[in-house]
């Protein structure tokens, strides 16, 4: 599986100032849930959001640096086509493409499953998730999120599987 995994307020909004525009320990706990003993693919301004590689994934970062500049164990590819192979060569690993904006412009048209997430509010934002044609998908599974005092806002997950093979 080449998946997606994001979380977008209800303008679509990502990102804000080179951080998530929420804290939203629910959405953070899936995302953990969902990644964990799999590989992330980031690119380097996200990667740098986080204050180190995440722990018991494979950390991919894209990047036009040079990889003396990223932690030890961190893979730093520059190129989607470096990627796309690394996941050619071991089909049965788990990739998740975890933003921002031009790896989900990029990768779109080879992903297999979306994971989103949809906090239902508008957020002061400056970054964008770009346009999916949502009809080469089709949802297989809806959740609703529990509002309480640490996730104060309505939240749903959704899982989308494509409906025709994805790209070569
Ligand atoms: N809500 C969410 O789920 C979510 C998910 C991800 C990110 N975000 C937010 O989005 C913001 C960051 O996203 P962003 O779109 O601004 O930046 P980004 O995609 O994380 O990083 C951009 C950088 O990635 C590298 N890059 C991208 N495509 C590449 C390619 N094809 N080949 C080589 N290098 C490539 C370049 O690094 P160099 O400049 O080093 O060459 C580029 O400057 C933050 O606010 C973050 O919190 C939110």
Request: proline share 6%; glycine share 6%.
């Amino acid at each position: 599986m080449l998946a997606f995994i994001w979380a977008e307020d209800s303008d679509h909004g990502i990102g804000y100032q080179g951080q998530l525009p929420w804290h939203m320990p629910a959405d953070m706990k899936f995302f953990k849930d969902r990644t964990t003993g799999n590989t992330i693919v980031a690119g380097r301004k996200t990667f740098e959001s986080f204050k180190h590689p995440l722990h018991n994934r494979k950390n991919i970062v894209l990047t036009s640096q040079d990889e003396k500049n990223f932690p030890e164990g961190v893979v730093v590819f520059h190129s989607i086509r470096e990627v796309l192979e690394y996941y050619t060569r071991q089909p049965s690993q788990n990739m998740f493409i975890i933003g921002g904006v031009q790896l989900f412009k990029d990768f779109l048209p080879y992903v297999t499953d979306l994971y989103r997430t949809t906090i239902d509010h508008k957020f002061a934002v400056d970054t964008y998730m770009p346009e999916i044609d949502y009809s080469h998908f089709m949802l297989s599974d809806f959740v609703e999120g529990k509002v309480d005092e640490k996730n104060p806002y309505p939240y749903h997950f959704e899982h989308f599987m494509r409906v025709e093979p994805a790209s070569d």
